[in-house]
């Protein structure tokens, strides 16, 4: 699973650590984090990390907060729409939101599913699965 990368943009240092937690207990841990919705643009779009000499990330899939600072999830989903390279990098957007023009733009945006906080690791592994996107290891 170590080329399976997951780009996590979360905010909240709790909900960051439960996520976490989440994947890890499905096998996935190799997941790179993002605070805001500015830092998640400049991995994927702009300058990159600076660690990684200036190479953008291409997550296997994102899991977004929509309620973030600087740029919100709505926005930071319309810039990956937007851009050929990330059109198709399949989002699944966590949130505690259930605003109804949230969920609308979500779906319009083409989000795989809203989920609702805290995370639950077997449940994106399903909707990963169900995209085709994951195989579970045999047991």
């Known amino acids: 699973m170590e080329k399976f990368q997951v780009l996590l943009v979360e905010d909240n240092p709790d909900d960051e650590f439960l996520a ?3 994947l890890r207990k499905q096998g996935i841990d190799n997941v790179v984090v993002a605070h805001d919705g500015e830092e998640a643009l400049a991995r994927l779009l702009g300058s990159g990390s600076p660690e990684g ?21 709505i926005e930071v989903l319309t810039a990956l729409r937007g851009n050929e390279r990330t059109r198709r990098v399949p989002v699944i957007v966590i949130s505690s939101s259930r605003e109804e023009t949230d969920l609308k733009c979500c779906r319009e945006l083409d989000v795989l599913s809203c989920l609702t906080k805290p995370v639950d690791g077997k449940e994106i592994v399903g909707i990963l699965e169900k995209a085709g996107l994951f195989d579970t290891p045999p047991s």
């Open 20 to 22: 976490l937690r989440a």
């Open 53 to 73: 000499g200036g190479v953008f990330l291409e997550p296997a899939f994102i899991l977004l907060d929509l309620k973030l600072p600087k740029i919100n999830g």
